[in-house]
Protein backbone atom coordinates (compact mmCIF):
# COMPACT_ATOMS: atom_id res chain seq x y z
CA UNK A 1 0.00 0.00 0.00
CA UNK A 2 2.51 2.80 0.81
CA UNK A 3 5.00 1.69 -2.36
CA UNK A 4 1.82 2.41 -4.32
CA UNK A 5 1.33 5.24 -2.69
CA UNK A 6 5.13 6.80 -2.92
CA UNK A 7 4.75 4.98 -6.53
CA UNK A 8 1.46 7.44 -7.51
CA UNK A 9 3.18 10.46 -5.80
CA UNK A 10 6.20 10.14 -7.42
CA UNK A 11 4.08 10.69 -10.81
CA UNK A 12 3.00 13.86 -9.80
CA UNK A 13 4.53 16.70 -11.54
CA UNK A 14 4.67 19.95 -9.87
CA UNK A 15 4.53 23.32 -11.91
CA UNK A 16 5.46 27.01 -10.26
CA UNK A 17 4.21 29.54 -12.13
CA UNK A 18 3.83 33.37 -11.66
CA UNK A 19 0.16 34.17 -12.25
CA UNK A 20 0.81 36.49 -15.53
CA UNK A 21 2.47 33.37 -17.05
CA UNK A 22 -0.77 30.96 -15.79
CA UNK A 23 -2.79 30.24 -19.16
CA UNK A 24 -6.40 29.90 -20.20
CA UNK A 25 -6.79 26.54 -19.84
CA UNK A 26 -4.50 26.50 -16.18
CA UNK A 27 -6.78 29.39 -14.88
CA UNK A 28 -9.49 27.95 -16.19
CA UNK A 29 -8.75 24.48 -14.51
CA UNK A 30 -7.42 26.31 -10.69
CA UNK A 31 -10.92 27.98 -10.84
CA UNK A 32 -12.92 25.07 -11.01
CA UNK A 33 -10.99 22.90 -8.78
CA UNK A 34 -11.50 25.52 -6.30
CA UNK A 35 -15.07 25.96 -7.25
CA UNK A 36 -15.51 22.14 -6.22
CA UNK A 37 -14.36 23.05 -2.39
CA UNK A 38 -14.44 26.48 -1.39
CA UNK A 39 -18.02 28.29 -1.60
CA UNK A 40 -17.21 31.37 -1.74
CA UNK A 41 -15.52 31.11 -5.04
CA UNK A 42 -18.64 29.95 -6.92
CA UNK A 43 -18.77 33.16 -8.73
CA UNK A 44 -16.17 34.04 -11.81
CA UNK A 45 -13.02 34.67 -12.12
CA UNK A 46 -11.92 33.02 -9.49
CA UNK A 47 -9.07 35.97 -8.66
CA UNK A 48 -8.42 37.67 -6.03
CA UNK A 49 -5.75 41.22 -4.84
CA UNK A 50 -2.94 38.24 -4.12
CA UNK A 51 -2.76 36.47 -7.66
CA UNK A 52 -0.36 38.80 -9.58
CA UNK A 53 2.42 38.74 -6.21
CA UNK A 54 2.14 35.00 -5.83
CA UNK A 55 3.67 31.98 -6.19
CA UNK A 56 1.02 29.85 -7.87
CA UNK A 57 1.89 25.53 -7.84
CA UNK A 58 -0.36 22.99 -10.25
CA UNK A 59 0.08 19.53 -9.17
CA UNK A 60 -0.15 17.45 -12.40
CA UNK A 61 -1.55 13.87 -12.61
CA UNK A 62 -1.24 13.09 -16.24
CA UNK A 63 -1.55 16.53 -17.14
CA UNK A 64 -4.96 16.98 -15.13
CA UNK A 65 -4.80 19.59 -12.26
CA UNK A 66 -5.14 17.61 -9.00
CA UNK A 67 -3.64 20.16 -6.54
CA UNK A 68 -3.45 23.82 -6.25
CA UNK A 69 -2.12 26.25 -3.74
CA UNK A 70 0.20 29.92 -3.67
CA UNK A 71 2.69 31.22 -1.48
CA UNK A 72 1.26 35.19 -1.06
CA UNK A 73 5.03 36.74 -0.36
CA UNK A 74 5.42 38.97 2.82
CA UNK A 75 4.18 42.83 1.92
CA UNK A 76 2.31 45.35 3.30
CA UNK A 77 -0.24 43.35 4.78
CA UNK A 78 1.41 40.30 5.52
CA UNK A 79 5.07 40.63 7.21
CA UNK A 80 5.15 36.91 6.57
CA UNK A 81 4.72 34.12 3.41
CA UNK A 82 1.28 32.83 3.48
CA UNK A 83 0.17 29.83 2.02
CA UNK A 84 -3.32 29.93 0.64
CA UNK A 85 -5.61 28.61 -1.31
CA UNK A 86 -4.84 24.73 -0.73
CA UNK A 87 -6.80 22.25 -2.52
CA UNK A 88 -6.91 18.37 -3.71
CA UNK A 89 -9.41 17.35 -5.80
CA UNK A 90 -12.09 14.99 -4.66
CA UNK A 91 -11.02 11.58 -5.91
CA UNK A 92 -7.12 12.18 -4.72
CA UNK A 93 -8.07 13.51 -0.91
CA UNK A 94 -6.51 11.18 2.13
CA UNK A 95 -4.30 9.67 0.01
CA UNK A 96 -1.03 11.96 0.57
CA UNK A 97 -1.59 14.19 -1.63
CA UNK A 98 -2.58 16.87 0.57
CA UNK A 99 0.78 16.17 2.56
CA UNK A 100 2.42 16.45 -1.02
CA UNK A 101 1.21 19.87 -1.92
CA UNK A 102 1.93 21.61 1.37
CA UNK A 103 5.13 20.03 1.77
CA UNK A 104 5.97 21.83 -1.83
CA UNK A 105 4.55 25.08 -0.58
CA UNK A 106 6.75 25.05 2.51
CA UNK A 107 9.96 24.01 0.97
CA UNK A 108 9.33 27.03 -1.70
CA UNK A 109 7.94 29.35 1.14
CA UNK A 110 11.32 28.61 3.18
CA UNK A 111 13.18 28.92 0.06
CA UNK A 112 12.52 31.89 -1.21
CA UNK A 113 11.81 33.64 2.22
CA UNK A 114 14.08 32.15 4.79
CA UNK A 115 14.51 34.55 7.49
CA UNK A 116 10.37 34.12 7.77
CA UNK A 117 8.14 31.99 9.75
CA UNK A 118 5.41 30.67 7.14
CA UNK A 119 1.75 30.92 8.00
CA UNK A 120 -1.89 29.32 6.74
CA UNK A 121 -4.82 29.87 7.80
CA UNK A 122 -7.32 26.95 8.54
CA UNK A 123 -10.64 26.00 8.64
CA UNK A 124 -12.05 23.73 11.81
CA UNK A 125 -12.40 20.99 9.77
CA UNK A 126 -8.47 20.76 8.41
CA UNK A 127 -6.86 22.06 11.86
CA UNK A 128 -5.44 18.61 12.76
CA UNK A 129 -4.68 18.15 8.85
CA UNK A 130 -1.83 21.49 9.40
CA UNK A 131 -0.67 20.35 12.97
CA UNK A 132 0.08 17.19 11.74
CA UNK A 133 2.67 18.58 9.15
CA UNK A 134 4.11 20.67 11.95
CA UNK A 135 2.04 23.44 12.00
CA UNK A 136 1.73 25.36 15.57
CA UNK A 137 -2.16 26.80 15.78
CA UNK A 138 -0.68 30.68 16.39
CA UNK A 139 -4.81 32.59 16.98
CA UNK A 140 -8.20 32.03 16.24
CA UNK A 141 -10.13 34.27 13.55
CA UNK A 142 -13.72 34.50 12.64
CA UNK A 143 -14.25 35.98 9.63
CA UNK A 144 -16.61 39.00 8.01
CA UNK A 145 -19.00 36.06 6.93
CA UNK A 146 -18.68 34.65 10.54
CA UNK A 147 -16.56 31.81 9.97
CA UNK A 148 -14.09 30.58 12.43
CA UNK A 149 -10.76 30.23 11.20
CA UNK A 150 -7.18 29.18 12.50
CA UNK A 151 -4.21 30.86 11.63
CA UNK A 152 -0.87 28.49 12.11
CA UNK A 153 2.69 28.88 11.96
CA UNK A 154 5.42 26.77 10.33
CA UNK A 155 9.13 27.62 11.07
CA UNK A 156 10.81 24.76 9.35
Known amino acids: MLHALIHVLNLMKWIWLKYDDLD ?3 LRDISELRKSFFEADQQDPVKDEYDVMSFHLLGLMNSDLVAYGRVIPPHGEFINPY ?3 IIVAEKFR ?3 FGKALVNELSKKSKALFSNKITKVSSLA ?9 NFIEDKKVIDEAGVEHFILLKND
Open 24 to 26: DSQ
Open 83 to 85: LSR
Open 94 to 96: KKG
Open 125 to 133: STLSFYKKH
